[in-house]
């Protein structure tokens, strides 16, 4: 059984901060690996995808991949109130039309 | 951009009605897939279509079935509502096989 593993929080972090967000994954043979936001009530938007071969920075978004202790990061540089959502990691291989989901980390910024 | 479009945001129906959610995407992505989500429970894929006339199983298809008669669109259609399908439902769309899912607004169902 292919699992992702995220802690479901609440992680609080100051406004300003960085804000460090972890996923676990158990399949050894996954390519693919995405960040997704979702606001209470709201649909997941998608917020950057990295893929076995190297991290990507986007903006104050940055996605770090350890692929010896099979999890991928997200770090939020410079926490902003509106940043205040749940984070959803999903992992696949390339092969496989499902994505895997984890089921969420709940990310509070405190002014 | 991408656009998911899900015929409704808020749904009230009763215990044994069939029901019927319909999604339609915009940019001619091959899959399409249902997922629901309940609190403590995150995603759960229900069914996906990877092309026209085409569907398969997600982890908890019981109780659900799905249409996709032509690319655009995939409809999820509930048999005999039941009130534990009470949840919000989700549907995604994605170019390529395994890669990015774009989601609709989702459809928050309750079944009483």
């Keep these: ?111 | 951009d991408v656009k998911v479009t899900q015929s409704s945001r808020y749904l009230v129906k009763r215990t044994g009605e069939k029901v019927f959610l319909e999604c339609v995407q915009d940019m001619d992505h091959e899959n399409m897939f249902w997922y629901r989500q309940d609190p403590g429970l995150g995603l759960r894929l229900i069914y996906f279509s990877y092309d026209v006339k085409m569907k398969e199983k997600g982890d908890i298809p019981e109780g659900y079935s799905v249409s996709r008669e032509k690319k655009e669109r995939f409809s999820l259609i509930l048999e005999s509502a039941s009130t534990n399908q009470t949840s919000m439902y989700l549907c995604a769309s994605s170019l390529r096989t395994g890669g990015s899912a774009f989601f609709g607004q989702g459809t928050r169902l309750t079944v009483v």
């Design chain 1, 1 to 111: 059984q292919k699992e992702v593993e995220q802690n479901s929080g609440p992680l609080s972090v100051p406004e300003g901060a960085i804000a460090s967000l972890n996923c676990t994954y158990s399949d050894r043979g996954s390519q693919s690996f995405f960040w997704y936001r979702q606001y209470s009530g709201k649909s997941p938007e998608l917020i950057m995808f990295i893929y076995s071969n190297g991290d990507k920075e986007d903006g104050r978004f940055t996605a770090q991949l350890n692929k010896a202790s099979q999890y991928v990061s997200l770090l939020i540089r410079d926490s902003q109130p509106s940043d205040s959502a749940t984070y959803l990691c999903a992992v696949n291989e390339d092969s496989n039309y499902q994505l895997i989901w984890g089921a969420g980390t709940k990310l509070i910024i405190k002014p």
